[in-house]
């Protein structure tokens, strides 16, 4: 696929873009600065920083590039399987930003790729997993136990009132 999105359903290449609420840059070594509520810590102690990330937020997503500026197609097809469904409070980190958190979520998951979807603190998977959950409707379930409404609920309803 080379980071193309030509197998992506149109309906994901052309949904209009929104920003999400928060994206992260900073360093896994300066995760755990004064200011957000952590620990501070050195990128050394990598799993244990990595474990405070995942943990941060009900949606976590390790990408390359930030929402508002996916890198590569995966990571943008990941930003916008999430928009689709109307999730836009996540929390994303950049993994370009950051070698030590690049390779860090690499270990922690045991998953060789990025991006890297979390949900309340649980591996789910990279972009291919999140599409077939999409696509499957499993995505929002997952969502529902989060708290968080699939956007395409009510895309469905409003389609069936016409």
């Given at each position: 696929?080379?980071?193309?999105?030509?197998?992506?359903?149109?309906?994901?290449?052309?949904?209009?873009?929104?920003?999400?609420?928060?994206?992260?840059?900073?360093?896994?070594?300066?995760?755990?600065?004064?200011?957000?509520?952590?620990?501070?810590?050195?990128?050394?102690?990598?799993?244990?920083?990595?474990?405070?990330?995942?943990?941060?937020?009900?949606?976590?997503?390790?990408?390359?590039?930030?929402?508002?500026?996916?890198?590569?197609?995966?990571?943008?097809?990941?930003?916008?399987?999430?928009?689709?469904?109307?999730?836009?409070?996540?929390?994303?980190?950049?993994?370009?930003?950051?070698?030590?958190?690049?390779?860090?979520?690499?270990?922690?998951?045991?998953?060789?790729?990025?991006?890297?979807?979390?949900?309340?603190?649980?591996?789910?998977?990279?972009?291919?997993?999140?599409?077939?959950?999409?696509?499957?409707?499993?995505?929002?379930?997952?969502?529902?136990?989060?708290?968080?409404?699939?956007?395409?609920?009510?895309?469905?309803?409003?389609h069936g009132k016409k």
């Amino acid at each position: 696929m080379s980071g193309s999105l030509c197998r992506l359903p149109a309906a994901l290449r052309r949904l209009a873009a929104s920003r999400p609420l928060l994206w992260v840059t900073r360093p896994l070594s300066q995760a755990g600065s004064a200011g957000d509520g952590a620990a501070g810590g050195s990128s050394s102690s990598g799993s244990g920083e990595v474990e405070k990330l995942v943990r941060a937020h009900p949606v976590v997503v390790f990408m390359k590039g930030t929402p508002a500026q996916p890198q590569c197609g995966f990571s943008n097809a990941v930003v916008q399987i999430l928009r689709l469904h109307g999730v836009t409070d996540y929390r994303a980190y950049d993994v370009l930003q950051d070698h030590d958190l690049r390779q860090g979520i690499k270990n922690y998951s045991n998953w060789p790729t990025i991006p890297q979807v979390y949900l309340n603190g649980e591996f789910v998977g990279g972009c291919d997993i999140l599409l077939q959950m999409h696509q499957s409707g499993d995505l929002v379930e997952e969502l529902k136990k989060l708290g968080i409404r699939s956007a395409l609920l009510d895309s469905e309803k409003d389609h069936g009132k016409k």
